[in-house]
């Protein structure tokens, strides 16, 4: 199974894409003044086409959750979002606890070496990478 792997913020979709391994694919912007949470459809055309470009069969999330397990604020908008998007695309989506995930992106991009501007520029989809792989891994053979 293909999978398409999200890290979704307000203004930022990271995205990967894996079967076995997860590679980093791109990152969507919401442009200045917008919210994925707020305007969701900005992004369903993008995700959609991404998914038959890659053939992706399912959607990954990364789901914020906090320390204790509950969900964070921003897990629960993620949640909406990730709703609608699964009922506008016909696609199942599978959450992952997500917890560091961007600082994880974040100091890996930093050991490469990368200026601050190209790290911005990659976090997001690293992170997607990272969630990805990390659901592939817990459900290798599945």
């Keep these: 199974m293909r999978y398409l792997g999200l890290d979704i913020g307000a203004r930022s979709i990271g995205v990967a894409v894996g079967e076995l391994i997860a590679s980093e694919l791109m990152t969507l912007r919401s442009g200045k003044d917008k919210s994925f949470y707020e305007q969701p459809e900005l ?14 069969d399912a959607i990954v999330v990364g789901l914020p959750v906090n320390e204790d397990g509950t969900l964070s604020p921003e897990a629960k908008k993620v949640q909406v979002y990730a ?3 699964s009922k ?19 100091d890996i991009l930093e050991s490469q ?26 459900n290798a053979g599945s």
Excluded: C, W, Y
Aim: proline share 2%; glycine share 2%; no cysteine.
């Design 43 to 56: 992004s369903f055309e993008p995700i959609a086409k991404l998914i038959v470009q890659e053939e992706a």
């Design 83 to 85: 709703d609608k998007l």
């Design 88 to 106: 506008q695309l016909d696609k199942t989506i599978h959450f992952v606890n997500e917890t560091l995930s961007s600082f994880m992106a974040s």
């Design 113 to 138: 070496g990368l200026s601050i501007e190209e790290a911005k520029l990659r976090e997001h989809q690293l992170a997607a990478q990272l969630i990805l792989q990390q659901f592939i891994e817990e």
